[in-house]
């Protein structure tokens, strides 16, 4: 041995030449453990041929045992991986043999199972020496012509790693018999050679990806990926069949010669027996058609593939037939180009980046004929996918996920290529109006939104539309996918060509108009360059000029026309309409919305449009749907925010005199615009008081309305609109109270009694003199006063004659709703008679108290005609009014009320008194408070006849409150009301009750105390008491309580308590 060996490496040759003598399993596996101790970079040493050449005769023995042939495989893989192999080892001989060696203990390739002598260890030593061996020696000078036996090995050696990547039961064994297979393809680099494996390389790894048991993971697909990819690259690259592809050229020249096509070069070997290669078209065409079939198969299932690994290997594979392979497997080109496409567009990054460096790689060396060809073709494969999309979505069947892959797909080939969408649009147009088919708009989902300003502050705001609910697509990701597609092709296309197109659309189908417009919303968002617009196109942004054009063909559509819904209050609850109802409500919310798209994408520049678009916008603020309400508010919103105003009032305010004109004229046409009256409403309960001055003349052609339209059916609506000024306009300020000033008339008079007037006493002389003195200094004074405030009356700042006019103009107004609304309350209509008597109840806080008296008086008759009513809403409401007049003029009208309103409101609370009481009650019984059903009580708290009794009760109070004139009825309205003090009425009514009696101990608490005495069972002291002075001996006579048994008085026994207990504490 040479001297200069280390320890570890005679050892090594020690054990070889053991080997040589004598082979066994304990030598081989001592040899294993030596090698093992080597360097792990391969080394040249001086013994590796021989020690290769060892083993190598050990393991063509006859005789040898398994146990020591795995032993030998282990050993000789060792050597692979810890020496360098020399020149002796890469022989073309010594390859073959070393091969056919190592693949005679595989099983063999007709067996349907793995089982051979060797384990499973063995036979992964035998890949992995296969695959060291492709790799550590130089066999593609082997191919180089190829020969006969070397096509044979390469042939034997491939089916048998197939067979292994097949049936072999662990992953990690599959996946080892694909490394050495790349490895070995790799070798060969063979064109002939590469092309007669592709056949087989490629269904077998067809079988392993599309194929595959889910058992194998992710690693297998992978590598089966990895290994398709490089069989491709190595055969069938277009750098190896220049004189069979074809590329695109656009020029005349191009045109007019024919394909010029050379005679097929066959594979130059002498005397020999294998199969060649027909290098013709035909075996082109042939290899692309059966390629095409796999290849799509791979595509479209591997690219959704849940394991990152395999997404990855196949950016890999679609690389290589769109970069490397694109016209010679030309069939197969957009199948790639697609699976590229989407997987530029993964969640994962990894798999993004290198999709999209793949993509960049094929347009930069990508030619300018090419281009022009990848546009038209792109073009119509974009058509063909949404076209089947459509197809499959004529059917109410769940396609989100297949909508998503295709509308993904789309998006990319917009991201990466020209689209020719103007040539399409009408295609384009018809295929997205069946996939986002809307089911319904969701009345009870709000969908929220943000907006930006371009303005240098960059303020944001959000507005809300209700959620539309689409057939297809479900998912909010689903759906901004799809409207992320709309605004690419809107940002993408002419803007005029899109806009007569779709005009042209919605004015001929009217059946689809809601999914139309829809897609028009979503084209000015993508032509405003509003969204995720990456990368940004190159075309600019909407002006003007091109907004004014479509919203003039826009406000002129047909879809305008909605129902009117008259009797719903705005905010109170959501509507579901039926049929062409809620077809046209949902058209007109997205009609809307398009409004504050407009806006939005012109941002500040919008502002000469608003005299266009606010009256369309205001007609649908009130009187509709929740739906089309929400969506009118949603697009004020916006406009107000992109025109830069502080809010919806401030917008309203500043450009209420676009409305006022058509407004005006169309109250005075109610027939043929009977929503007009809404607009007023509309305008008034989103811009509040403020435009109430600016509304004068509108407001005054609705009161000329209301006369001229007294009993039709428009006389719900205008009484809305009276509704909402009354509710939204200022309360007036009362006049100051004049003081009256002496005079010189007065001054004489006072002192005319005083002189004449026995019982006043005998005045002093000196002292009359002096006060006459002062009272006429004191006039004088007040003449200077008067003189002085003559002269302020000039001057601007201490007074404003527009306010004192603007004030006496709404006192007039109001005093106008009153008396219409008196009008309105005897319509036969239960529901108009409510109304009116809400907007007079409404209109009578507003006056000041010197106004209002007069016009108190002139309504009077008309609301306490109500009371007599035999519709218990219409009773219900006229109390409300007498409630409202009793608080601001109740001393006025208390005369009036006692003659009047009393005995009407008495038959109310006699009639049906038996009504809010519980049966046991009205029987005379005595029951415990605890034991009774709370049901009874709940039941009746709801009804028309208890909130009569309770309205009744508060305007008793109210009216005793304002006037000791009820004094006289004090008795009556005690006797007729006790019943409401029983424990088993509702706690609304004790409660009233309770309030009523304390306001009649405030008239006369002597005289009512007898009564409630006997209700809470006390007894009555002697008349009269120094505590009652004014309690005669007359006063028993006025205990007459209904209740006939003192037994019953019990149930009255705590209220009545209560009140003698507050009337001591309060005398």
């Known amino acids: 041995m040479d001297a200069r060996m280390g320890p570890v490496e005679r050892e090594v040759m020690a054990l070889i030449m053991l080997v040589a003598q004598d082979a066994s399993a304990s030598k081989l596996a001592a040899l294993e453990a030596a090698l093992e101790r080597l360097p792990a970079m391969p080394t040249e040493y001086l013994w590796t041929s021989y020690a290769v050449a060892v083993v190598h005769t050990m393991l063509q023995g006859r005789s040898v045992s398994p146990p020591t042939i795995e032993c030998g495989l282990s050993a000789l893989y060792k050597l692979f991986t810890r020496c360098k192999l020399g020149p002796l080892e890469t022989t073309p001989d010594l390859f073959v043999t070393m091969i056919k060696t190592l693949l005679v203990y595989l099983p063999p390739l007709d067996s349907s199972s793995t089982s051979s002598a060797l384990t499973e260890d063995g036979r992964n030593c035998i890949v992995q020496c296969i695959g060291l061996l492709a790799t550590r020696t130089a066999p593609a000078t082997f191919f180089t012509p190829p020969t006969d036996e070397m096509i044979e090995v390469a042939f034997l050696t491939v089916a048998y790693l197939l067979q292994q990547a097949e049936k072999e039961v662990a992953r990690a064994s599959r996946v080892q018999a694909l490394e050495a297979l790349i490895a070995l393809l790799r070798s060969i680099d063979n064109v002939d050679v590469v092309a007669l494996l592709l056949p087989g390389v490629v269904a077998k790894m067809l079988q392993l990806t599309h194929h595959a048991d889910y058992k194998w993971g992710s690693k297998v697909p992978a590598k089966a990926l990895e290994c398709l990819s490089e069989v491709v690259f190595l055969g069938l690259r277009d750098s190896r069949w220049p004189h069979l592809v074809s590329k695109p050229e656009f020029t005349l020249e191009a045109a007019l010669t024919p394909f010029a096509t050379s005679p097929p070069t066959p594979l130059l070997r002498p005397n020999s027996s294998k199969p060649e290669i027909d290098r013709s078209r035909a075996w082109l065409e042939t290899t692309q058609a059966n390629l095409a079939i796999a290849l799509d198969l791979i595509c479209r299932s591997q690219r959704h593939h849940a394991k990152p690994r395999v997404r990855l290997s196949l950016v890999t594979l679609c690389s290589v037939v769109v970069c490397d392979c694109r016209w010679s497997l030309a069939p197969s080109f957009f199948s790639a180009f697609e699976a590229l496409l989407s997987l530029s567009l993964d969640p994962i990054l990894d798999v993004q980046t290198y999709a999209r460096q793949a993509l960049d790689r094929f347009h930069a060396t990508m030619t300018a004929d090419e281009g022009l060809w990848l546009t038209r073709h792109a073009t119509s494969r974009v058509v063909s996918h949404l076209r089947a999309l459509a197809k499959k979505c004529a059917t109410d069947v769940e396609m989100e996920a297949e909508a998503c892959a295709t509308l993904q797909v789309v998006l990319a080939y917009d991201q990466s290529t020209r689209i020719a969408f103007d040539a399409v649009l009408t295609d384009l147009l018809r295929a997205m109006q069946t996939i986002l088919r809307i089911d319904h708009v969701d009345a009870h989902v709000l969908a929220h939104e943000a907006s930006r300003s371009r303005s240098p502050s960059a303020k944001t705001v959000t507005f809300a539309y209700y959620r539309k609910r689409f057939v297809h697509i479900r998912s909010d990701a689903a759906v901004r996918l799809a409207t992320q597609v709309l605004r690419r092709i809107g940002a993408r296309g002419s803007t005029l060509v899109w806009i007569d197109h779709l005009m042209a659309q919605l004015r001929n189908e009217s059946e689809r108009s809601t999914e139309l417009l829809l897609v028009l919303n979503h084209f000015v968002l993508g032509a405003g360059h509003i969204g995720d617009l990456s990368p940004t196109p190159d075309t600019p942004p909407l002006s003007v000029h091109m907004v004014g054009y479509l919203l003039d063909q826009l406000l002129q559509l047909p879809q305008w026309t909605t129902l009117p819904v008259d009797a719903t209050p705005l905010g109170r609850h959501h509507l579901r309409l039926g049929g062409a109802a809620a077809d046209s409500t949902d058209t007109t919310s997205v009609l809307l919305e398009i409004l504050g798209s407009c806006a939005e994408a012109l941002d500040i520049a919008f502002h000469p449009l608003l005299m266009h678009v606010l009256y369309p916008i205001a007609e649908h603020l009130a009187g509709h749907s929740s739906v089309v309400h929400q969506a009118a508010t949603a697009t004020l919103d916006r406009i107000a925010f992109h025109c830069a105003y502080d809010d919806v009032p401030a917008l309203l305010h500043g450009n209420m005199d676009y409305v006022i004109d058509m407004l005006c004229s169309r109250l005075e046409q109610l027939e043929m615009y009977p929503h007009t009256p809404f607009v007023v409403e509309g305008l ?62 007065d001054a004489f008079l006072k002192e005319m009694k005083t002189l004449f007037d026995p019982n006043m006493g ?41 306010a004192d006019a603007s004030d006496a103009a709404m006192r007039d107004l109001i005093k106008d709703i009153i008396v219409r609304s008196s009008y309105f309350m005897a319509a036969p209509d239960v529901a108009t008679s409510c109304l009116a008597s809400s907007v007079l109840s409404h209109a009578v806080l507003l006056l000041p108290l010197n106004d209002l008296r007069p016009v108190a008086a002139r309504v009077w008759p008309a609301v306490v005609k109500r009371l007599g009513s035999t519709a218990k809403p219409v009773v219900l409401a006229a109390l409300h009014c007498l409630s409202a007049l009793a608080v601001r003029c109740g001393d006025f009208l208390a005369d009036r009320f006692v003659s009047e309103a009393w005995p009407a409101m008495r038959l109310l609370l006699l009639v049906d008194s038996h009504e809010t009481l519980p049966v046991l009650a009205r029987h005379e019984l005595v029951v415990d408070g605890m034991t009774l059903a709370p049901s009874s009580a709940a039941s009746s708290s709801h009804s028309l006849t208890h909130q009569i009794h309770v309205q009744c009760l508060e305007c008793l109070t109210r009216m005793c409150t304002a006037s000791p004139a009820l004094e006289s009825i004090e008795m009556d309205v005690a006797r007729v009301t006790s019943p409401m003090l029983r424990s088993s009425s509702s706690p609304s009514l004790q409660e009233g009750a309770r309030r009523l009696f304390l306001a009649l101990a405030a008239l006369n608490g002597d005289a009512l105390f007898p009564l409630l005495a006997d209700l809470g069972t006390w007894a009555l002291p002697s008349p009269p008491t120094s505590a009652f002075p004014a309690y005669g001996a007359t006063a028993v006579k006025n205990v007459k309580h209904p209740v006939s048994t003192s037994a019953s008085t019990a149930a009255y026994t705590a209220n009545a308590r209560e009140l003698l207990r507050y009337m001591h504490a309060h005398p």
């Not at 509108?698 to 007294?710: E, F, G, H, N, Q």
């Not at 009276?722 to 004049?738: F, N, S």
């Open 762 to 802: 005998a005045p002093d002389d000196a002292a009359s003199e002096a006060q006459l003195d002062a009272m006429l200094q004191d006039n004088a004074d007040d003449e200077s006063a008067v003189l002085e405030r003559k002269m302020k009356a000039a001057m601007p700042v201490e007074h404003e004659p527009e």
């Open 684 to 745: 008034l309960a989103h811009a509040g008081s403020t435009p109430l001055p600016l509304l004068q003349d509108a407001i005054k052609s609705v009161l000329r309305s209301v006369d001229r339209y007294v009993s039709s059916g428009h006389s719900a609506g205008l009484l809305r609109v009276m509704k909402v000024i009354v509710t939204t306009a200022p309360h007036l300020a009362e006049a100051a109270p004049v003081v009256p000033r002496s005079s010189k008339l």
